[in-house]
């Protein structure tokens, strides 16, 4: 597992945040580069005016700094990713708490899942965060909550053109994954790594996004999964209550 290092650079940490914020959120101001960072204003212009330089940001006419050329184009997600960080951080923060392991928010973007922030837990041995990262969707817990959560059809026509990709056996762990009501990932995207992970539908029933909780595969007993999954599908139904009232 990828632990923070035990000397971080923060400008640096911060700017590749920033990047990631720009990529896959959008444009901010100033101000809310600032906000989200936990830094000054006079930091975050900084750190912006240096992304801007290099040609990973640029800025507009109305003073709103945007993702530049350097930065890959990303698949974008149709789930309203501001809104569930806001609305999911307090319900992260409580099951992490309660479980105490990390917890991630993960939404889907094309075939890949997008994890959009973590609660991350304070053992010694933990999993870190994990925001801003990308991962194939068929291998994450999220991810193939998500999928087995989605009509079929649309799962076909997401894959059907991938050739590393065996729709006859995504098909078929999709379907135990619906039959269960949560993914697992058993250490299919790191070695020592193992998540549960289940989906988060809007008012119409449809998945936008999925919560999980990793661990080191070391504390992983499968005896304990069914405590794990109630807790996770509560934090999932908090989560669908509150964005109900936005």
């Given at each position: 597992m990828k632990n923070k290092p035990p000397y971080p650079i923060a400008s640096v940490d911060h700017a590749l945040h920033l990047a990631t914020l720009l990529q896959q959120e959008g444009p901010l101001r100033v101000s809310e580069a600032a906000?989200?960072?936990?830094?000054?204003?006079?930091t975050a212009h900084r750190l912006l005016s240096m992304l801007v330089y290099r040609g990973f940001a640029e800025q507009?006419?109305?003073?709103?700094?945007?993702?530049?050329?350097?930065?890959?184009?990303?698949?974008?997600?149709r789930a309203p990713v501001a809104l569930l960080r806001e609305v999911a951080v307090p319900h992260l923060?409580?099951?992490?708490?309660?479980?105490?392991?990390?917890v991630n928010l993960v939404v889907l973007a094309g075939t890949e899942a997008r994890f959009v922030t973590t609660a991350e837990c304070t053992q010694t041995l933990r999993v870190g965060s994990r925001a801003g990262r990308t991962l194939p969707a068929r291998l994450t817990s999220c991810g193939?909550?998500?999928?087995?959560?989605?009509?079929?059809?649309?799962?076909t026509a997401l894959y059907e053109d991938a050739d590393d990709v065996e729709l006859a056996s995504l098909r078929?762990?999709?379907?135990?994954?619906r039959k269960r009501g949560f993914a697992i990932n058993d250490q299919s995207t790191e070695a020592g790594l193992v998540a549960l992970g289940v989906a988060?539908?809007?008012?119409k029933g449809c998945p936008i996004a999925?919560?999980?909780?990793a661990m080191p595969s070391i504390r992983f007993h499968r005896d304990r999964i069914p405590g794990w999954i109630r807790?996770?599908?509560g934090c999932a139904a908090d989560i669908e209550h509150d964005l109900e009232l936005q």
């Open positions: 906000d989200r960072l936990g830094v000054s204003p006079s507009r006419p109305d003073r709103y700094y945007e993702a530049g050329d350097v930065l890959r184009p990303a698949a974008a997600s923060n409580a099951l992490m708490t309660a479980v105490q392991e990390s193939k909550a998500i999928l087995a959560a989605m009509p079929p059809d649309d799962v078929r762990e999709l379907t135990l994954v988060i539908r809007d008012a999925g919560v999980a909780i807790a996770l599908a």
